[in-house]
Nanobody
């Protein structure tokens, strides 16, 4: 079992920045690929970015160049640095974990956090 707890969400103006954190406990964090997903009201959960246990990463096109995923295996923590935020980034952001390499598919992830709200005002 892996327990995930997100934090760092909030209200920010367009163009601003936020850093989300995801604290993991349970199994060995460094063995898991981690992902960030988001879900806006009335929309399906969508992939944002993911990082492998080796540090390789991938991003969805809408966030490329603005968001950066990172992990600190010593602290069992995943991060998402979000810059140049736009109103369309408003959503609940979830972190997720899976064994093996990263994936952009929600169904490939076994463990999920409870989510943290990010609201970007125009």
């Amino acid at each position: 079992q892996v327990q995930l707890v997100e934090s760092g969400g909030g209200l920010v103006q367009a163009g601003g920045s936020l850093r989300l954190s995801c604290a993991a406990s349970g199994r060995t964090f460094s063995n898991y690929a981690m992902g960030w997903f988001r879900q806006a009201p009335g929309k399906e959960r969508e992939f944002v970015t993911a990082i492998s246990y080796t540090g390789g990463s991938t991003y969805a096109d809408p966030v490329k160049g603005r968001f950066t995923i990172s992990r600190d295996n010593a602290k069992n923590t995943l991060y998402l640095q979000m810059n140049s935020l736009k109103p369309e980034d408003t959503a609940v952001y979830y972190c997720a974990a899976r064994w093996g390499y990263y994936s952009a598919n929600t169904e490939d992830y076994v463990y999920w956090g409870q989510g943290t709200q990010v609201t970007v005002s125009s």
